[in-house]
């Protein structure tokens, strides 16, 4: 899917900072997936790795719902000021 | 009286249980597989710090709450914005092409024709050292000198591609005295490619 230039994956530079502006993109870049599927294109994938690769990710998404809910248990509230000091 | 009771009775437990292991365990050792020595190239290019590939803060977690959200983003009066008199839509552009080995930057109108156009190999910079960030940085001072001279002073950058002269070559735009508008990732990824080249054997 095209998009139009200088409008999509654009960050302006604030301050003359381009430094911050660069971080910004990439980390924008990195959490969208897109740097990784960069990476993974630039040679062939042969299934068995696609396979490992699919595999390994399903169980770090299992095991990373589960750890959120872990931390959410222990982290649970039963406050009537759920968070004290900070209004 | 009692603890002493106890431990030796512990202890005659432990001592019936190993001769009961005893039959089929094997000692596992970690030391020695901590310990081994680097004999396979795969190894020591694990062993090795990742290539600067210019994507720094790619997988930083931190919060910017320093910088203002509502102008950090263009909008749909983007191309219309006056940055120093000319709209953001017919400002220059300065593309940037990034490679492990390489970095071109190019200067081209808001048509797209080029103006300008040097890399780190022109630049005097050969074989393994054009794919640094010392060269592309080098190299990026001049060009951007080169359009000083020519009287532009706001540009907006496009970067293509990973490599070492990402981050340096936008710096050395910058250190060369141009004003950056904005900096655009025009990398081309694509989820349906055609099928790439083969894996580099290691």
């Known amino acids: 899917m095209r998009h139009a230039r200088f409008i999509a994956r654009t960050v302006f530079v604030q301050n003359n900072d381009v430094e ?11 959490k969208e997936g897109i740097l990784d599927q960069f990476r993974r294109t630039r040679f062939y994938e042969k299934p068995f790795q696609f396979r490992r690769r699919i595999n ?29 000091g900070c209004q | 009286m009692l603890s002493t009771r106890i431990l030796t009775g512990f202890r005659r437990l432990c001592i019936l249980d190993s001769n009961k292991l005893d039959v089929g365990v094997r000692s596992i050792s970690t030391t020695t597989v901590a310990n081994r020595e680097v004999d396979s190239r795969k190894e020591m290019l694990r062993s090795l710090p990742a290539p600067d590939e210019g994507t720094a803060g790619e997988r930083a977690i931190d919060i910017d709450g320093r910088m203002q959200k509502d102008s950090l983003f263009p909008d749909e009066d ?24 390489n970095t071109i930057l190019s200067l ?4 797209g024709v080029p103006k300008l156009i040097r890399s780190c190999g022109v630049e005097g910079f050969k074989h393994t050292k054009k794919g640094t960030n010392i060269a592309a940085q080098a ?14 002073k706001t540009v907006r950058v496009s970067v293509r591609g990973l490599g070492p002269g990402r981050m340096s070559a936008i710096k050395g ?11 655009t990732d ?5 989820w349906n490619p055609p099928r790439p080249r083969k894996a580099k054997k290691l």
């Open chain 1, 20 to 30: 911050a502006a660069c971080r910004v993109l990439n980390r924008i870049l990195g």
């Open chain 1, 56 to 84: 390994f990710e399903k169980c770090k998404a299992i095991y990373n719902e589960d750890m959120d809910r872990k931390i959410q248990f222990v982290l649970r509230k039963n406050r009537a000021d759920p968070y004290p």
């Open chain 2, 78 to 101: 983007t191309p219309n914005r006056l940055f120093h008199g000319t709209p953001f839509k017919e400002l220059p552009i300065f593309n940037i092409r990034v490679s492990p080995n």
């Open chain 2, 108 to 111: 081209t109108d808001y048509k």
């Open chain 2, 139 to 152: 190299t990026a001072i001049t060009i951007g000198t080169k359009a000083m001279e020519r009287g532009i």
């Open chain 2, 173 to 183: 735009l910058q250190m060369s005295g141009l004003n950056i508008v904005s900096i």
């Open chain 2, 186 to 190: 025009s990398t081309r990824v694509s």
